[in-house]
Each structure stands twice: as C-alpha cells, then as structure tokens.
C-alpha cells in the first residue's frame, strides 16, 4: 500500500480550511465544525439555516469547480474497499460525532485554536483511534 506525500497540496488545503474557520468566525461568531453545521439544515432547521446551506454548498461545489478547471484527473481517489465497509465506517464516524459532541474539524481546527480543554482531549482520542485503526489494518489484518 503506498501513501502519496503531498506536503505543498496539503499546506494550501489545510491553509483554506484554516481561513474558511477564521471568516466564519469573524463575520458569524461560529464554528466551522461541518458536523454542527450539516445538522443546521436538516430539518428541523436551524434559524440561521441560509449560511449553513451555503457553506455546505461551497464544500461540495468546490471540488467540482476544481475538476471542471483542471481536468478529471486533478482530484483522484481510488479504492479497493467495497462500499458496504464505507457506509459502515460512516455510521461509526456519525456515532463518534455524537458522542465526541463534534467532529474533527471542529474541534481540531476550532476548539483547539481557541484552546479548548475539552477539544483537546477529542482530538487526542481522534488521533489515537486513527492510528490504531491503521495499525490494525495495515499490519494486523494485512491491508486491504
């Protein structure tokens, strides 16, 4: 299994992400955590419902936008994990969310910029659950 290192892609990713947490601070008071803010458009919705759905819309359209410019090949993503261990590691993500009070970005771009206690400890437990899931994967079942 080969991981690709893409320091530079990953600098301006992480970058966008960072100001897209700053400006919604800034001209909302909120925060970015995409788990908060997916559940402020379902119904029942939230009062502030319209930046929500924008903000979701911006995420999903900007990969599209990208591979429209670029190519189709700018944004890959392959796998040989069938789709039936995808949607239930997706369950597992939601119920981790719920219990964690929120997800990765969240707390590891938010709460911990505003140095929160309580994102720390998440995203110590995140990390190390990811780690230990890609121990068990790679070099206990063999990789997939």
């Given amino acids: ?5 893409t320091p530079l892609l990953s600098f301006v990713g992480g970058s966008l992400i960072g100001l897209a947490a700053v400006l919604l601070m800034l001209f909302h008071g909120r925060i970015a955590g995409m788990t908060g803010i997916l559940t402020g458009i379902l119904p029942p919705l939230a009062k502030d419902w ?8 911006g995420a999903i ?4 936008i ?5 190519g189709p090949d700018t944004i890959t ?3 040989d994990i069938p789709m039936v261990w995808t949607i239930i590691s997706g369950l597992l993500v ?6 964690a009070s929120g997800c990765t970005s969240g707390h590891g771009v938010c709460g911990l910029s505003r140095l929160s206690v309580r994102s720390l400890a998440a995203t110590l437990t995140f990390m190390a659950a990811t ?3 890609v121990f068990v994967i790679r070099h206990v079942l063999g990789g997939f």
């Fill in 77 to 79: 993503f392959q796998t």
């Fill in 61 to 64: 359209a900007a990969p599209a």
């Fill in 131 to 133: 780690a230990a899931t």
């Fill in 50 to 57: 319209d930046w929500r759905l924008f903000f979701v819309i």
């Fill in 94 to 99: 939601g119920v981790g969310v719920f219990f």
């Fill in 66 to 70: 990208i591979t429209a410019v670029y």
């Fill in 1 to 5: 299994m080969i991981t690709e290192f």
